[in-house]
């Protein structure tokens, strides 16, 4: 089974905080993802990593940075933390669905940040 | 806390029911579909996918339908117990290694 593992299910940091969330998977997957998930917004990927050291902007990658040391892990990183970043941090990582063929994405159980 | 599904559709069903859940996708070339279920506090749940050569495919109790003509996935759960009870979202995927479009998600209750 794929497993997807993030540091914390919860966090509770204040307003210039500098946040690390941690994501690890078993799976040796080349692909890994951040997301946030907003109520009314859906899902939003902010970065990803298609391999080690190698990183790319998802679609609000603002205020956010990443990391990928190792290619079971990727961090994302709230330079400053700011009440507007409060929110579900989801990680993924991409490997070969049983049937179709085809990678798709694996989820980790989630980090609920607030920002105070 | 907020839940993933304020906001959302909801679908009631009566347990032991069949459940179909509609998604429409928006881009005529994506090429890969998948469905997710979150339940509450947790993080999406593979259920199944379908490549875009097929318009059916089956798992454990549930069925993926895809009509390329009007651009619609569907989701069917056969006999929805209470533990299926979650918010389920579809995905898109134009081209392989190329990044997923999920859908806002509907919230499946299952009524005892």
């Known amino acids: 089974d794929v497993k997807v593992t993030q540091s914390s299910r919860y966090l509770v940091k204040r307003t210039g905080e500098k946040v690390f969330l941690e994501c690890v998977q078993d799976?040796?997957?080349?692909?890994m993802f951040w997301y946030r998930q907003d109520p009314g917004l859906g899902l939003r990927l902010i970065y990803f990593?298609?391999?080690?050291?190698?990183?790319e902007k998802g679609d609000i990658p603002e205020g956010y940075s990443v990391s990928r040391e190792k290619k079971e892990r990727f961090s994302l990183i709230l330079e400053s933390a700011s009440t507007n970043q409060t929110s579900m941090y989801l990680c993924?990582?991409?490997?070969?669905?049983?049937?179709?063929?085809?990678?798709?994405?694996?989820f980790g159980p989630g980090t609920r940040l607030l920002v105070l | 806390g907020e839940s993933v599904g304020l906001h959302l559709p909801t679908l009631s069903v009566q347990e032991g029911d069949n459940s179909i859940i509609n998604c429409a996708y928006s881009?005529?070339?994506?090429?890969?579909f998948i469905w997710y279920k979150q339940e509450s506090g947790k993080g999406p749940q593979f259920i199944i996918d379908?490549?875009?050569?097929?318009d059916k495919r089956q798992g454990q109790r549930v069925t993926v339908l895809l009509n390329k003509t009007v651009k619609h996935l569907s989701l069917q759960i056969a006999a929805t117990q209470p533990g299926d009870s979650a918010v389920y979202f579809c995905?898109?995927?134009?081209?392989?290694?190329?990044?997923?479009?999920f859908g806002k998600g509907i919230t499946l209750s299952v009524r005892p």
């Open positions: 990593s298609y391999d080690v050291k190698m990183k």
């Open positions: 995905a898109e995927q134009t081209g392989a290694n190329s990044k997923l479009t």
């Open positions: 881009n005529s070339a994506s090429d890969y």
């Open positions: 799976m040796d997957h080349e692909n």
């Open positions: 993924a990582s991409g490997g070969w669905a049983g049937g179709s063929g085809q990678e798709t994405q694996y």
């Open positions: 379908i490549r875009s050569n097929m």
